[in-house]
């Protein structure tokens, strides 16, 4: 006790650090008001530090360290070099859009648009209408809505339509997204009460059929998107949901989660698309804009119009609307895939690529590195698709695996570098695997891996 209390005395006060030199040159540049959060955050993070008995690092050092954290949060959002090999990484943004849809997006951003006006009758207009039109065009379904995520489709399909309402889902079913997206959570948040039914492997119609009452309000199917139940399994069909479904005048609802529109060769076949869930008979179908589909961040709903409407015109839908950039974007991806030329959308591009074709940028990689580092070697990996799609299926890829002590502070020194880049790290081994990285970032990537190598022994900070 008397001995931390003595080493908090020991650190310097905000005052004290922002009217330092280079605190006042940095409050200049940065503002003051960021900078003496940051102060007070490492402050309060030494302090914290001096209670467990550790020395406080002296006064520039402590400086430093908000700086550090100032001018990052000043330079907002970096982009990073994905080498994970994880397709849609939700913690880097998912996916990646075409330059059109970026132009789109940036164009709605720049310039006033005809985001909700017809410009032909000058009336107020609906602002995802194109991209709805889109949408059903490329379903098949009655109608289209758009939102902001698929968690707020969810929610609002929830809302509109169950609520004070029964919501049977299987207990296989009732998953979390990593983020906190529970099923449980949004349906308590929607009004509506969740009826589990089955088991957490085996879930059959007739338990379906046997939680029905006059208080059911809609059959709910998650697809579980980021595990698989795998062994002693079963649950029904979409097709048989449907069928009860209709029999007992409830709407059946399919949350996709992954956004496949159709499919297309090397899809698992336990991957559902969307116009297969709509020719089965799915009331409302609802997927992300931003997984497999390959567009930007948005909650996308099709099929029967009546309930669309419903949802359409419930408040909610308002509160979760998209915003012109995302609808921007979201009308170029979907022009790209109504045009046939989806198989260019970087998504789609990354998890098709021949693994011999990432092989050879493995190679270039590995080239680019030769000379300076012997540890280096291409090799396999697995690639996966992340972003809660296709569960527990790898795409065989190839990378170049780097064997040293520190690899851990490797992938440290890379991750806050510039470039910035993820990797992963297994052990004693740093692996890029170059599925996500892009011919033209290799240079840069390898310029980073020499970077972060050379200085200190990797172990002395480990
Ligand atoms: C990803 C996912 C969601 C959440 O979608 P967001 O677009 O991230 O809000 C909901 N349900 C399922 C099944 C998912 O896979």
């Known amino acids: 006790m008397g001995a931390s ?8 006060s905000v005052d004290a650090l922002l009217r330092s030199d280079p605190g006042r040159r940095a409050s200049a540049t940065l503002g003051r008001p960021l900078l003496k959060r940051c102060i ?11 209670d467990r008995g550790a020395e406080p690092p002296p006064d520039d050092v402590l400086l430093a360290r908000a700086l550090a954290i100032a001018s990052r949060t000043a330079t907002g959002l970096t982009p990073v070099i994905n080498a994970t090999g994880v397709v849609l990484h939700t913690n880097l943004g998912r996916a990646p859009l075409p330059e059109e849809a970026v132009k789109a997006a940036a164009r709605a951003a720049r310039s006033y648009t005809d985001l909700e006006i017809d410009r032909e009758t000058g009336k107020r207009g609906k602002r995802s ?3 709805e039109l889109l949408l059903t065009s490329l379903t098949g379904a009655e109608a289209a809505l758009v939102v902001n995520n698929n968690a707020a489709a969810v929610l609002l399909a929830l809302a509109a339509l169950a609520k004070r309402k029964d919501v049977l889902v299987s207990r296989g079913e009732l998953i979390e997204i990593g983020g906190e997206f529970r099923i449980p959570d949004i349906m308590a948040a929607s009004g509506a009460s969740l009826v589990e039914v089955g088991t957490t492997n085996r879930t059959r119609l007739q338990d379906y059929r046997s939680a029905l009452t006059e208080k059911t309000g809609l059959i709910l199917k998650v697809h579980p998107s980021n595990y698989r139940v ?8 979409a097709a048989d949901l449907v069928q009860l479904a209709r029999k007992s005048g409830v709407p059946f609802l399919y949350d996709l989660g992954s956004g496949l529109l159709d499919r297309w060769n090397g899809v698992p076949p336990d991957e559902p698309a969307a116009t297969e869930a709509l020719e089965d008979g799915a009331d409302l179908v609802c997927f992300s804009g931003d997984k497999l589909l390959g567009g930007p961040q948005a909650g996308i709903v099709v099929g029967r119009a009546d309930l669309v409407g419903r949802l359409r015109q419930h408040p909610i839908a308002r509160a979760v609307r998209v915003d012109k950039m995302q609808v921007a974007a979201l009308e ?3 022009a790209a895939y109504a045009a046939g030329h989806h198989d260019d959308l970087p998504v789609r591009r990354m998890l098709r690529e021949p693994a011999d074709r990432v092989r050879q940028r493995a190679q270039q990689l590995a080239g680019a590195l030769d000379g300076d580092l012997e ?6 990996v697995e690639s996966a698709v992340g972003g809660g799609s296709m569960p527990g299926h790898a795409i065989p890829s190839w990378g170049v695996e780097l064997k040293t002590r520190g690899a851990d502070v490797l992938a440290a020194r890379l991750r806050t570098g510039s470039p ?3 990797c992963r790290v297994d052990r004693d081994r740093a692996i890029f695997d170059v599925r ?3 011919p033209e970032q290799i240079p840069h990537l390898a310029r980073a891996i020499l970077y972060a190598l050379e200085g200190d022994d990797l172990d002395d900070e480990g």
């Open 5 to 12: 209390a003595g080493l908090r005395r020991k650190i310097p």
């Open 40 to 50: 007070q955050q490492v402050l309060d993070e030494t302090r914290a530090a001096t």
């Open 129 to 131: 209408t194109r991209a």
């Open 230 to 237: 795998v062994g002693f399994t079963a649950a029904p069909s």
């Open 332 to 334: 170029s991806v979907l």
């Open 375 to 380: 540890g280096a070697h291409v090799r396999p």
């Open 420 to 422: 910035a880049v993820f």
């Open 436 to 438: 996500t990285v892009a």
